[in-house]
């Protein structure tokens, strides 16, 4: 989204705080923010983030360590754009990066 939109955007929803429209703009300037990286390593980790893959099936994938993927989880979860999966320990992105077209990855195997 090039910069004048997002203006425009902030403005609309600065003054309408609780019109439906502005929920995706707020929550992919939310999946911006937190997942904003050079190497694309934070998109690739949330789209992983399935709540069955544990942090070194990820690690496996990404290449980020372990205790990095666990950190951005718990950043994440305070971000609001990961939920806590049934396996303790492990969490799911709330929102597909396909839906917002920011999407890194190609088909992943889910086997």
């Known amino acids: ?5 997002k203006y425009f955007w902030r ?3 600065g003054v309408f705080k609780n019109l439906q ?3 995706p ?5 939310a999946l911006n923010n937190e ?6 390593n934070k998109k690739k980790i949330y789209e992983l983030s399935d709540g069955n ?3 070194r099936d990820i690690q ?14 718990k950043q994440w979860s305070l971000a609001g754009i990961v939920i806590p999966a049934e396996r303790k320990g492990r969490y799911k992105a709330a929102f597909d990066l396909k ?4 999407s890194v990855l190609e088909e992943i195997d889910q086997g």
């Open 1 to 5: 989204m090039n910069e004048q939109w």
């Open 11 to 13: 403005n609309v929803c």
């Open 21 to 23: 429209i502005c929920k």
């Open 25 to 29: 703009f707020k929550i992919l300037e």
């Open 35 to 40: 997942l904003d990286d050079n190497s694309n």
């Open 53 to 55: 893959r544990s942090t």
């Open 60 to 73: 496996k994938i990404v290449g980020v360590s372990p205790p990095t993927i666990t950190a951005y989880w």
């Open 99 to 102: 839906e917002y077209g920011l």
